[in-house]
């Protein structure tokens, strides 16, 4: 069974800029969850989609969206990039939801604002 | 972080020795999972444990809960070098509208 894939794994935006995080769960998998891990906060829950529905929401503004497709793939926009956007994105998926089951998270996507 | 903080932020032990790691949250929770991460790469689920459960083994793991405390622990037996990386314990809240990792425990098992 292929794993959670994302894409890009790198990228490089400038301020202002916005972008768009591609995410692949694992076939079956109907929740996918959102992760902003940076060395001064951590890892940080930006949002679960579930059956094409944000269930969850994390604390982060509304520069930062996500939405889900029928397939369950999943994308996250982050608009008018800030410095402080700079981190690894992660997208992790399960059967469930990411509070009742085993997640499986993908490589990740590394984004860099300059 | 401000729902729960791990401790040791990292730990340094030789290969063969025991490593434990402990994990405090805040809120009331449904279960409790713990993931490896290897040099800034993706997450690995190593173990959840129940809200009702006191202790779990898996392998070389062994998780115990204690939800009067707020704390669970986890202990992984005889390392070695390919433990190296870092351990983050998450939480459900009780009501699953949030999840939570600590802070995290940097391991590195010298051979």
């Known amino acids: 069974k292929a794993g959670v894939t994302q894409t890009p794994r790198y990228l490089i935006k400038t301020r202002g800029q916005q972008v768009t995080l591609s995410c692949s769960p694992i076939s079956g998998h109907r929740s996918v969850s959102w992760y902003q891990q940076t060395p001064g906060q951590g890892l940080q829950f930006l949002f679960e989609y579930f059956s094409e529905t944000q269930r969850n929401k994390g604390n982060f503004p509304g520069r930062f969206s996500g939405r889900q497709f029928s397939n369950s793939r999943s994308e996250m926009n982050v608009s008018t990039l800030e410095l402080g956007d700079s981190a690894l994105y992660l997208c992790a998926s399960s059967r469930m939801g990411q509070g009742t089951d085993t997640q499986y998270f993908g490589p990740g996507t590394r984004l860099t604002v300059l | 972080s401000q729902q729960g903080e791990e401790d040791p932020q990292a730990l340094s032990i030789q290969e063969g020795e025991n490593a434990t790691m402990n994990c405090s949250y805040k809120t009331s929770i449904n279960n409790l999972q713990w993931y490896r991460q290897n040099s800034g790469r993706g997450l690995v689920h190593l173990i959840l444990?129940?809200?009702?459960?006191r202790e779990k083994h898996s392998g070389r793991l062994r998780v115990t809960l204690d939800t009067s405390k707020k704390s669970s622990s986890l202990l992984i037996t005889a390392s070695r070098a390919a433990d190296t990386a870092s351990y983050f314990c998450?939480?459900?809240?009780?009501?699953?509208?949030?999840?939570?990792f600590g802070s995290g425990t940097k391991l590195n098992v010298k051979p």
């Open positions: 998450a939480w459900a809240e009780y009501n699953f509208n949030k999840f939570y």
């Open positions: 444990i129940r809200s009702n459960e």
